[in-house]
């Protein structure tokens, strides 16, 4: 899936859910983009710092290798969390994480639409790697997704089942190639 804009989102959600208060004219107060892919830590991040080498950083980045294989909502929900820490810390201007503010503001915006839901966790799954093949047994056909090709792995279910525990070459895994639809 190709990463979808993030700036007419962001132009929507500040209408919608901050009454415009993080765009100042037509300029938004918080610059917003996509990671590179080495971000897999989180699904994404705020900061503001005065100087880094000498700019002034005001940013929100959201993590593609986490975010690229999720539904469009995990997207929304993940931009949506870090424009809350915007609007504390530019329009609140306090200094609060995930405190009272953050919760209330969550709280209205998850009771206004049915669309995504903020959490305080970006409970994404984190993937290392996301795996490329399925693994396929011939004889039970349970398919399990592996990383990388293994040669001569046997499905050990069927090898305990039929085989008294024992490897067999009839249940020798096959791969192919797993893809991922979103
Ligand atoms: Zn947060
Ligand atoms: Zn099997």
Request: charged share 20%.
């Amino acid at each position: 899936m190709p990463l979808i804009p993030l700036l007419p989102i962001f132009h929507r959600f500040n209408r919608q859910f901050f009454d415009g208060l993080l765009v100042k004219g037509t300029k938004p107060l918080v610059s917003v983009r996509w990671s590179d892919g080495r971000l897999r830590n989180t699904a994404g991040f705020y900061r503001h710092s005065k100087r880094l080498g000498g700019q002034k950083v005001c940013e929100i980045v959201l993590s593609s290798p986490v975010l690229e294989n999720l539904p469009e909502s995990a997207v929304e929900s993940t931009l949506c969390h870090e424009m809350i820490h915007a609007w504390i810390d530019l329009v609140l201007k306090v200094p609060e994480g995930h405190g009272p503010n953050f919760f209330a503001r969550m709280k209205t915006i998850n009771s206004s639409q049915n669309r995504f839901q903020v959490t305080v966790r970006h409970k994404y799954p984190v993937p290392i790697k996301l795996p490329k093949w399925w693994a396929i047994c011939p004889s039970c056909g349970l398919k399990s997704p592996y990383k990388r090709r293994v040669k001569g792995v046997a499905c050990r279910h069927c090898c305990e089942t039929f085989h008294g525990g024992k490897w067999h070459a009839s249940c020798v895994l096959h791969f192919e190639p797993l893809r991922y639809e979103h």
